[in-house]
């Protein structure tokens, strides 16, 4: 064996080891080794003899650091697409989105035309004081354009350092040439609820993710919501649309303050530790009042823990698109050197029992997204009115008899809105229907307190 393959299998077994003392840390050291467990001798052989290869003969040196990590991620990756390493900027990023605070600008952005493109500034940030609006195209951070960069590297030279400055170039429409706009960034703090009434009675609660405060963002949002409308509320629209997930503990908690008793989620892998069972504490914050929860394709994880919690427990009507169907649980697994090892161990169950991986949740309703037209055609369909020689209404039960104008007036305009919600018909017809079943809910549960007294007979004398 030569001196570089006895170096690079001294390498191999450290890391080894180093991964080891990693699962000591985690509290699974005094188990047993199964023998199938135990080291590949001839595996390690092979994978030392590339490492040899590569450093003896490759066109360029590479440092050994390179070549050991990518050596993990190609491990990890063909696992699944959930397990991966994370280098410290990784690992970083990973705990500033569970954490939900970062250095920035405050804004939502996503992708149009190989353009970053504003979804909303954050309020009370940079970008909402210096005037950012939703629809805003960045086509560059400072000298470099952005056509063409991928969404993540363009989050990534937007955060950086509070106090630091940063000049986006916007395009924005009705404005005929492009602007910049210096930012200078703070430390932004990230609410992951959004809430609103709808309607006297009828609340709108949106979780954009799950981290570490979401439940105490719920609970304020709650109360903030029972404030405006005065009273306790009717019911509750719970929009969970384009939530990727995020911490399982954030999901339990939400699902808990829905519920009195019972399972929330259950999880089972191959460790033992790995097999948990989560359950509901007595106390509902909306106090057995109706909701619906809304979810899409883009509902992922721990936003199907909720969802597959209330539809199992029949404590909401889950509306909309099947979800998307990440039943794994990944564990964070600190290297100990800033880096960690993101591994999946276990899967995701519902109360009922079902798998939620590659399955999903099914809506009771199932109910795609749609856009409604500003105007509705006249469909000209024909009615008894406009048939010649049609029998007048005559009043009944001595009602004045409606005159017939069918020749002397023209035909009444088409119909421009749909219902008295049109507007939010228009912008999000999800929601809109969600707000209608969630009406038909309520008075249905209203009915069943209190059902109504037997008509008398006609002709009955009280």
Do not use: C, W
């Not at 969404?151 to 924005?172: E, F």
């Not at 009828?202 to 919501?225: C, H, M, P, S, W």
């Not at 999903?360 to 409604?372: A, H, S």
Request: charged share 25%.
């Amino acid at each position: 064996m030569s001196a570089a393959t006895r170096y690079g299998l001294a390498l191999a077994l450290s890391f080894l080891a180093g991964i080891s003392l990693t699962t000591v840390y985690a509290g699974r050291a005094e188990k047993s080794v199964p023998p199938e467990s135990k080291l590949p001798l001839d595996e390690l052989r092979t994978f030392t003899g590339v490492l040899d290869a590569v450093k003896q003969d490759y066109v360029e040196p590479i440092e050994d650091k390179m070549l050991l990590e990518n050596a993990i991620r190609g491990m990890l990756s063909n696992l699944d697409p959930h397990s991966a390493y994370l280098d410290a900027e990784a690992f970083q990023d990973l705990q500033i989105g569970t954490s939900g605070e970062f250095g920035g600008l405050g804004i939502e952005v996503g992708q149009e035309n190989g353009f970053i493109k504003v979804i909303a500034p954050i309020d009370d940030t940079p970008a909402q004081r210096a005037g950012i609006q939703a629809g805003d195209l960045i086509i560059r951070l400072d000298d470099t354009s952005l056509k063409g960069m991928a969404l993540s590297d363009a989050i990534t030279k937007m955060r950086g350092k509070p106090n630091t400055s940063i000049v986006l170039t916007i395009v924005r429409e009705g404005v005929k040439k492009p602007f910049k706009v210096k930012l200078v960034r703070e430390i932004i703090q990230v609410r992951s609820i959004k809430s609103r009434l709808l309607e006297p009675g009828f609340g709108y609660l949106r979780i954009t993710q799950f981290q570490a405060k979401t439940e105490v963002n719920l609970q304020d949002a709650l109360q903030d919501l029972k404030k405006q409308n005065q009273g306790t509320l009717k019911g509750l629209i719970l929009d969970l649309r384009n939530n990727p997930g995020g911490v399982l503990n954030g999901a339990v908690d939400v699902a808990d303050n829905f519920l009195d008793e019972g399972v929330i989620v259950q999880t089972k892998g191959r460790d033992q530790d790995s097999e948990q069972t989560f359950k509901a504490t007595a106390g509902d914050l909306l106090e057995k009042a109706p909701m619906v929860v809304l979810v899409n394709g883009g509902s992922a994880s721990a936003s199907e823990i909720v969802a597959g919690a209330l539809q199992d427990h029949r404590r909401a009507l889950v509306l909309g698109e099947r979800t998307f169907g990440k039943g794994s649980v990944q564990t964070i697994l600190p290297l100990g050197n800033g880096t960690a090892v993101k591994l999946t161990t276990a899967r995701y169950y519902t109360p009922n029992g079902r798998s939620i991986q590659a399955e999903g949740i099914k809506p009771d309703i199932e109910l795609k997204t749609l856009k409604v037209a500003d105007e509705i055609a006249d469909t000209g369909l024909i009615k008894e009115a406009d048939l010649t020689g049609h029998l007048q209404n005559d009043g009944g039960n001595g009602a004045a008899p409606v005159p017939d104008e069918t020749e002397s007036s023209p035909l009444p305009a088409p119909q421009t809105t749909v219902g008295a919600n049109s507007e939010l018909a228009k912008s999000d017809y999800q929601l809109y229907e969600a707000l209608n079943m969630l009406k038909g809910m309520t008075l249905l549960q209203s009915h069943s307190a209190h059902p109504q007294s037997p008509l008398p007979e006609e002709g009955a004398k009280g």
